[in-house]
């Protein structure tokens, strides 16, 4: 039963109970200017539904979509689309992003690929060790297991 439904029922037992008890009840509080951890991660979360959208879309060096993707490109076009604003290159893209561990890592952050210092892939972490991303030429924006230890974690702010 949804908090929605239980509602009625609760203020019938409630009584004289005011709306904002039966919401703290209800699990539904909402607190202005506070944001859950759900409408927290609703960018992240759109913008990984987004790139999942593009599931066999051609890669192409440079492109960055509505049809056609590299990797920062597809990063690029699924957050914009969910509204945050991202740099065009996978190195530019690690630097503007909070960097967390992979502990801390959760669906929609962005895993950035590095051999040394230096950046030089970008996908969408889809969860369970996956990434949505655009690999190469020749091949299609696709869900794939994290293959290598050496990539670093990013939070879109």
């Known amino acids: 039963m949804s908090a929605l439904n239980r509602v009625p029922s609760l203020m019938v037992r409630a009584g004289t109970a005011s709306a904002l008890t039966i919401a703290a009840v209800s699990g539904s509080v909402v607190v202005p200017g506070v944001a859950s951890d759900a409408a927290a991660a609703t960018p992240a979360t759109k913008a990984?539904?987004?790139?999942?959208?593009?599931?066999?879309?051609?890669?192409?060096?440079?492109?960055?979509?509505p049809r056609r993707f590299d990797c920062s490109g597809l990063t690029l076009y699924?957050?914009?689309k969910a509204g945050k604003k991202l740099p065009r290159t996978a190195a530019q893209q690690y630097n503007k992003t909070h960097h967390i561990s992979s502990k801390s890592r959760k669906?929609?952050?962005?895993?950035?690929?590095?051999?040394g210092s230096s950046v030089y892939h970008v996908g969408i972490y889809a969860g369970k060790g996956k990434i949505w991303h655009?690999?190469?030429?020749?091949?299609?924006?696709?869900?794939q297991k994290i293959w290598t230890k050496s990539v670093w974690y990013g939070r879109v702010k």
Do not use: C, E, M, N
């Open 107 to 115: 669906a929609g952050d962005l895993v950035f690929f590095h051999s």
């Open 134 to 143: 655009a690999p190469k030429t020749g091949d299609v924006v696709r869900l």
């Open 48 to 65: 990984l539904q987004i790139a999942a959208s593009k599931k066999g879309s051609p890669y192409k060096y440079g492109a960055t979509g």
């Open 78 to 80: 699924s957050f914009k």
